[in-house]
């Protein structure tokens, strides 16, 4: 019998503060086809989301959404990848027991000789402590933000805060990842 496609709908209700942190030379892949749906994880991203191999192939990416995450962050994704360009962020990812694990993560597209979107692909490491710390403030107030005025208020909040820091999105991301952030 053919399996239902699990989504975010199917993810743990019981989130838990059961953090997993990656170890320093981990990279978690995975590629999905042009919607999101998960076509390739390799063994630690199978690991850590908790799922068997046959429960997250197939599955949408959502499966893992952490409801932490402010949805501009997933906005952004989406604008940036669908035009053939490179993300870069942190993302909290939800495990099947309802634990959490940060990353760092980098997310492009597949093209054939064309140019036409194959799929995607997202490699993704460890985050630092420091950065984390920063992102989660950041996030908060993000979602915050959309509780009172949906994603457009979110918009307007993380623009002020990039220009208040006088730095634009690649760049904050880029300088939390290193260090050179403060
Ligand atoms: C290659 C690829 C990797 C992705 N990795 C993640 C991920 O690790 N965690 C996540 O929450 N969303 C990830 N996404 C984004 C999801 O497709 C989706 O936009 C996000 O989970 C929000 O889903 P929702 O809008 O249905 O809530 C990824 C998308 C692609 C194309």
Do not use: C
């Not at 046959?54 to 501009?72: V, Y």
């Not at 799929?119 to 979602?143: M, Q």
């Not at 634009?168 to 939390?176: A, D, G, R, S, W």
């Amino acid at each position: 019998m053919k399996h239902k496609k699990l989504t975010k709908n199917d993810a743990p209700k019981n989130i838990t503060d059961n953090e997993k942190v990656l170890s320093e030379n981990d990279f978690i892949v995975s590629k999905t086809d042009p919607k999101g749906v998960i076509t390739y994880g390799n063994r630690i991203f199978i690991d850590i989301s908790g799922y068997k191999k046959n429960e997250i192939i197939g599955a949408n990416h959502n499966l893992i959404r952490h409801p932490f995450m402010p949805k501009i962050a997933f906005k952004m994704v989406w604008e940036l990848i669908s035009q053939k360009k490179e993300f870069f962020g942190f993302v909290k990812n939800l495990s099947k027991d309802g634990g959490f694990y940060w990353v760092f993560a980098y997310i492009t597209a597949d093209l054939d000789a064309k140019g036409n979107i194959l799929g995607y692909t997202s490699v993704r490491r460890k985050a630092p402590t420091h950065a984390i710390e920063e992102i989660i403030s950041l996030y908060k107030l993000l979602n915050d933000a959309e509780n009172r005025g949906g994603i457009n208020a979110s918009q307007i909040l993380l623009n002020e805060y990039l220009n208040d820091n006088k730095t634009t999105y690649e760049k904050f991301v880029h300088q939390l990842q290193t260090g050179a952030f403060a």
